[in-house]
C-alpha cells in the first residue's frame, strides 16, 4: 500500500482544521468582548438603580414634617424664578 497521496490530503485537512479552529477563536473572542460590554451597561444600571432606591429609602424612612418642609422649601424659590403660564 503506497501512502505518498496520503500525506497531501493529511495536510490539507490539518490547514483546514486550523483555519476553522482560528475562525472560532475569533468568534469567541467578539462574543466576549460584547458579552463585557453589555455587563459593564448592566453594572451601570445597576448602580443608578441602587442610587434610586437609596433616594427612595430615605425619602420613606423620613419624618413627614420634615419632608414637607424640604418639599415647600424646593418648590418656593423655583417659584419666583419660573414665570407662570397663566400670564
Sequence with gaps: ???????PI??????????WLGLQHKKLKSAERGATHEAD???AENRLL????AVLE???????GRLSAEI???SSPSR???PSLDQ
Excluded at 1 to 7: A, E, K, Q, V
Excluded at 10 to 19: E, F, M, Y
Excluded at 50 to 53: E, G, I, S
Design 1 to 7: 500500500m503506497d501512502l505518498g497521496p496520503l500525506i
Design 50 to 53: 441602587a442610587d434610586r432606591v
Design 80 to 82: 419666583s424664578r419660573v
Design 58 to 64: 430615605r425619602i420613606v424612612t423620613d419624618h413627614p
Design 10 to 19: 493529511v495536510a490539507i485537512a490539518s490547514g483546514l482544521g486550523w483555519g
Design 72 to 74: 415647600e422649601q424646593l
Design 41 to 43: 451597561e448592566l453594572r
